[in-house]
T-cell receptor, first 116, second 115 residues
C-alpha cells in the first residue's frame, strides 16, 4: 500500500515477551491508528495518534501501549504478549476529520502476530 | 462495541449479476464508509457518504444512506470475479479528540463472484 508500511509482516513470539510492531508512513498525515482484526469481531481500534507524542486509547487498549516520536512512525507495543493477542494488526492513516471529511483511511498490509 | 453490522455475512453470485450488501448502525454519525479487503491484504477505501447525503456513486458502486433507519447499502453492479473480497462498512461517530477519525467497523460481508 502506497505511503504506509508495516513491519514485520509476520511474527511468532512466546507468551510473556514484549513485542513491538512498527508503522511507517511517507504521507505526512497527522492521524495514525492501530487496529486488530479477529474473526467474529471485525476490526477494533487499539490506540490512535493525533500528532507527535499525542496518543489516546481505543476500544481494546488493555495490554498495549503506543508511541509516536516522529510524524512518520507509530509504534505499537505488546508489553507482555498473551495468546489472546494473537491477531492480525493493521495500521491506518488519515487526513480528513469529522463532518467535512471526504477521505477515509489508508491501511497498511498488516502484521500477522502469533503468540505461542 | 460494533457499530456497523453487515448483512448478509456471506453472499455468492454469478459474474455479471448485481451484489447488494447492507449495513446497520446504532448512533448518529458524521459519515459512513465502505471498504474492501482482499484475502491477506489490508482494507481499501471505496467510498464515503456524509450524513447529509442520501446516495453516492463511484464507477460500478452505488451507496445509499438512510439516517432515519440508521442503515446503508452498497450495490456493486455487473460484478466481476475480481470483486471477490470482504466488504466492510465503517462509521465515523465524530466524537474523537483533536479531529481524529475513529472509525467503527462491522464484521463484514464475504462476497464471492462465481465465473
Amino acid at each position: 500500500d502506497a505511503g504506509i508500511t508495516q513491519s514485520p509482516r509476520h511474527k511468532v513470539t512466546e507468551t510473556g515477551t514484549p513485542v513491538t510492531l512498527r508503522c511507517h508512513q511517507t504521507e505526512n498525515h497527522r492521524y495514525m491508528y492501530w487496529y486488530r482484526q479477529d474473526p467474529g469481531h471485525g476490526l477494533r481500534l487499539i490506540h490512535y495518534s493525533y500528532g507527535v507524542k499525542d496518543t489516546d486509547k481505543g476500544e481494546v487498549s488493555d495490554g498495549y501501549s503506543v508511541s509516536r516520536s516522529k510524524t512518520e512512525d507509530f509504534l505499537l507495543t505488546l508489553e507482555s504478549a498473551t495468546s489472546s493477542q494473537t491477531s492480525v494488526y493493521f495500521c491506518a492513516i488519515s487526513i480528513g476529520t469529522g463532518a467535512y471529511s471526504s477521505n477515509g483511511y489508508t491501511f497498511g498490509s498488516g502484521t500477522r502476530l502469533t503468540v505461542v | 462495541s460494533q457499530q456497523g453490522e453487515e448483512d448478509p455475512q456471506a453472499l455468492s453470485i454469478q459474474e455479471g449479476e448485481n451484489a447488494t450488501m447492507n449495513c446497520s448502525y446504532k448512533t448518529s454519525i458524521n459519515n459512513l464508509q465502505w471498504y474492501r479487503q482482499n484475502s491477506g491484504r489490508g482494507l481499501v477505501h471505496l467510498i464515503l457518504i456524509r450524513s447529509n447525503e442520501r446516495e453516492k456513486h463511484s464507477g460500478r458502486l452505488r451507496v445509499t444512506l438512510d439516517t432515519s433507519k440508521k442503515s446503508s447499502s452498497l450495490l456493486i453492479t455487473a460484478s466481476r470475479a475480481a470483486d471477490t473480497a470482504s466488504y466492510f462498512c465503517a462509521t465515523d461517530e465524530g466524537e474523537a479528540d483533536q479531529g481524529a477519525q475513529k472509525l467503527v467497523f462491522g464484521q463484514g460481508t464475504r462476497l464471492t463472484i462465481n465465473p
